[in-house]
């Protein structure tokens, strides 16, 4: 496939159909270009849930959507399921695995992945969450270690089996860690009569003196204190060291032998390559300007996790946000068209709307703006929320419908082990015939 230049009209290629790629793209509908948009899957992923795909809490389906159903009207779209390998700024062309595409204007929307700081060792033992299939290695693995426990004779290894330990105290390893306290003291003993609440063990190491500290002190505090009461020990100011897939190390000399690690921990930008190593800055994450251009290029731009937008009122960027990724679509999708008619372009300015976290049934904390609430009705204006961002209304009615019997069975139907997790070699693998 060769996707050249066309001379009729300025082509807009967007790298990543997260939420900046998509938000982009929606906003050039009523453009005079041609937008091609390159992802390596086929669906876009609503990553604030993807921790209640991890624990069965909602259908994976729930949180992904078709790309192509996305755009299924917009005549000046086209999607490609492809790769990148390699950006060539020279002859302004993207080489992915389904050949060379030409651009005007490129838009790196690439998003993260998780950083594990150059820990091979717990890189490979421990399972991150940052997309679809990883969520479901953790539902597998979870259900997995729940079946061996269940029929164990082995005391010790019955306890490591039902010992979670998540490694990041930010909003997705808090709300993970009160979804695992949920499974643990409503769903264990339904579907597992022979263990008990008390045989499973919820931990959660934070390396940051404070849990979710980019909210304020007043939601940090009542997240704790939310979780210590489901029963999570927690361990602040403190950084893994090590884990061999049976001991866990932490710097403050606590040892705990566990088979599930998850890790929240940190995340770095997914730069495809070509872009040269003096613009990509702490994180991986590309250096830009105040309309999104990475530094030293006229059409190449960056937004999202993988963009850090260095100006006086964003001197270290942006926070890793959905709402920055969205609204810096949207800006960069009114600069283009000013680029392309040779207007002059406006400065990006985020819009901070506020933060929640859902710390299982009930209880969520949210800051939106200096308005500051936790408790129940934080949970109930977090599901709205998250209810009304999910793409496709299918998915909205599925995931409410899903969260509307699970609040009043305390149980979910989703709990299936659709593929083998093996532990030794961290890879899927077909379910036995």
């Not at 200096?370 to 408790?375: A, E, L, N, T, V």
């Amino acid at each position: 496939m060769y996707l050249g230049k066309n001379a009729a009209k300025p082509r807009v290629v967007i790298i990543g159909g997260g939420f900046g790629g998509v938000n982009l793209g929606r906003k050039l509908k009523n453009a005079d270009v041609d937008v091609v948009m390159l992802d390596k899957h086929n669906y876009h992923t609503f990553q604030p849930l993807l921790y209640q795909v991890a624990i069965g809490a909602i259908e994976s389906d729930a949180v992904g959507f078709p790309i192509r159903r996305i755009f299924t009207h917009q005549k000046n779209f086209s999607f490609h399921m492809a790769e990148v390998q390699k950006i060539d700024p020279v002859s302004n062309t993207v080489t992915t695995t389904l050949g060379a595409v030409h651009y005007d204007y490129l838009v790196i929307a690439t998003g993260a992945n998780s950083n594990f700081f150059g820990n091979k060792e717990i890189e490979h033992y421990t399972l991150p969450m940052k997309n679809l299939p990883e969520a479901l290695n953790i539902r597998s693995l979870i259900l997995q270690n729940l079946e061996k426990a269940a029929v164990t004779t082995d005391l010790a290894e019955r306890d490591a089996l039902l010992t979670f330990v998540v490694v990041g105290g930010g909003p997705t390893g808090v709300e993970l860690s009160g979804a695992l306290a949920e499974v643990q003291r409503n769903m264990l003993c339904k579907d597992y009569p022979d263990l008990h609440p008390e045989h499973m063990k919820v931990y959660l190491a934070e390396g940051k003196p404070k849990l979710i500290a980019s909210m304020s002190e007043q939601a940090s505090t009542k997240a704790k204190e939310f979780l210590i009461d489901m029963g999570v020990t927690i361990y602040n100011d403190v950084h893994v060291t090590s884990y061999n897939g049976d001991i866990l190390k932490i710097d403050n000399g606590v040892e705990i032998k566990t088979r599930n690690v998850f890790w929240a921990a940190g995340v770095k930008g997914e730069v495809p390559e070509g872009i040269p190593q003096e613009v990509i800055l702490r994180g991986a994450r590309i250096e830009t300007n105040e309309i999104s251009q990475v530094k030293g290029f006229t059409n190449i731009f960056a937004i999202g996790d993988v963009a850090a937008m260095i100006t006086a009122d964003s001197p270290q960027g942006h926070p890793g946000v959905a709402p920055v990724a969205i609204q810096q679509g949207a800006h960069l999708a009114k600069n283009i068209v000013r680029l392309i008619r040779n207007e002059p372009t406006e400065p990006f300015k985020y819009h901070d709307k506020g933060s929640m976290a859902t710390i299982g049934r009930n209880r969520a904390v949210a800051d939106l703006g200096k308005i500051r609430f936790q408790g129940t009705f934080a949970w109930f204006v977090w599901l709205f929320v998250h209810i009304l961002s999910l793409a496709g209304f299918s998915n909205k009615l599925v995931v409410f419908s899903n969260w509307l019997i699970n609040y009043f069975t305390k149980n979910t139907d989703n709990r299936l082990i659709v593929h083998y997790f093996n532990t030794e070699t961290m890879t899927t693998e077909p379910m036995a015939k």
